[in-house]
């Protein structure tokens, strides 16, 4: 969920090196989180960029987190209740509470990122006009509420938007590329 946080606008690479100089200030659950004064919390997480912000963010979901009841107290909720709780907490978007609802607390939301975005859009299966909801729902309709299938299905998303259907999109060696319009 600290992950989760800290991946807005960054690589994970650069989220886990904020997660190791985390734990050197052994603050990686919400309490000793929240007892980093806010200067040293914030320089612990200078490597996600944005690093006040995201400190600022983060000790808010910190205090929210304790608040509900950590997670045993946030696993006794709904899907629907617990994810508008999380997006209660400011600075948690959809994206970040999906983030959170499927790998932390393995409820079936699926995930939509920008490669989901990128590559569906090239797909012609997205016109790059929908919402967040509207993409979610979509997939939500097409698959089985299936938590080990949307975790894979958002891994491999990831994967071939990262690898493959990147930017410059490398469409000669794409497994999809006999079914995309834009390859
Ligand atoms: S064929 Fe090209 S544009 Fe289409 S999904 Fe593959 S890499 Fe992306």
Redesign the pocket.
Known sequence: MVGAVLTQNTAWTNVELALERLRDNCALDAEAILAIPAERLAEALRPVGYFNVKARRLSAFCEHYIAAGGFEGLSALETDVLRHSLLGVNGVGPETADDMLLYAFERPVFVVDAYTRR?FS??GLLDGGEGYEEIRAAFEMALAPDVPLYNEYHALVVRHGKD??KTR???AE?V??AC?P??
């Open positions: 590559i090239r797909l493959v259907c999109p490398g469409c794409c999809l590329r995309c834009a390859a």
